[in-house]
């Protein structure tokens, strides 16, 4: 069982920056990909990044160009650096992870997930 915790969510205007972080209570040593999803209410889960163990990276096209995925293997923490946020990034984002994965921005290919951090970005 991996536990994932995230941190980083906060209230920026548009155009501000935050960066995500997200640590494993585990090792991720089994792990195939891991990946950033987002939720706005009256919504549902949509994957913003991903990042498998070969380096392979996937973005979702609203944030490609402002949204940067990475990893610290080092620290064992996966990161979500989130540029030129606009109102419509406001959500709660979860960080997930899972041993077996096809479509890296898929929520059902995702065994493991965090409580989520809340992102709001006001106009």
């Known amino acids: 069982q991996v536990h994932l915790e995230e941190s980083g969510g906060d209230s920026v205007q548009a155009g501000g920056s935050l960066r995500l972080s997200c640590v494993p209570s585990?090792?991720?040593?089994?792990?195939?990909?891991m990946g950033w999803f987002r939720q706005a209410p009256g919504k549902g889960r949509e994957g913003v990044a991903g990042i498998d163990t070969d380096g392979t990276i996937s973005y979702t096209d609203s944030v490609k160009g402002r949204f940067t995925i990475s990893q610290d293997n080092a620290k064992n923490t996966l990161y979500l650096q989130m540029n030129s946020l606009k109102p419509e990034d406001t959500a709660m984002y979860y960080c997930a992870a899972s041993p077996f994965v096809l479509r890296p921005l898929d929520p059902s290919n995702f065994r493991y997930w965090g409580h989520g951090t809340q992102v709001t970005v006001s106009s």
């Open positions: 585990a090792s991720v040593i089994m792990i195939d990909c």
